[in-house]
């Protein structure tokens, strides 16, 4: 493998790892705004991310369905992780930064596992499976 292959691909990981922090985090706004869970809304996210990926990793298939899956599984555990960081923060009486860090990621994780019901994992699953379908799709030619 040549140095170029090597940091591209570096960089593709990175940047899906990303576009998935970043939709977990405007799911968390949108989440706190209607202030209900939306767990629904790991589809309509999924799809997004997937055609982000699709239209920049070249050749669409295996590789860009892989980095929408894990970016869409990333998304919806970072909103949880998010929505349990701003209960301790209100419950507390602390800034959303101030209770996270406090807080720690294990014990954000484990209060963000214990909210999870069935339905939040089945959502979370089948936003995984439609990036990976649409992500591993050929784009059509016009």
Not at 13 to 18: D, E, I, P
Not at 41 to 54: F, H
Not at 102 to 112: E, F, I, K, R, Y
């Amino acid at each position: 493998m040549s140095v170029r292959t090597v940091s591209l691909s570096v960089f593709v990981l990175f940047s899906a790892a990303m576009l998935g922090l970043a939709a977990g985090a405007v799911w968390m706004v949108a989440a706190l705004y209607l202030r209900h869970p939306l767990p629904w809304l790991a589809l309509p996210i999924g799809a997004l991310l997937a055609w982000t990926i699709r239209a920049c990793v070249r050749p669409a298939g295996t590789v860009a369905a892989l980095l929408a899956a894990g970016a869409t599984l990333l998304a919806a555990f970072y909103v949880n992780m998010l929505i349990a960081g701003v209960l301790i923060a209100g419950n507390m009486g602390m800034g959303l930064i101030a209770a996270m860090r406090t807080a720690g990621v294990g014990m954000l994780w484990q209060l963000a596992r214990m909210a999870l019901s069935p339905a939040d994992m089945a959502c979370a699953v089948l936003g995984m499976l439609l990036a990976a379908w649409l992500a591993w799709r050929k784009p059509r030619r016009r």
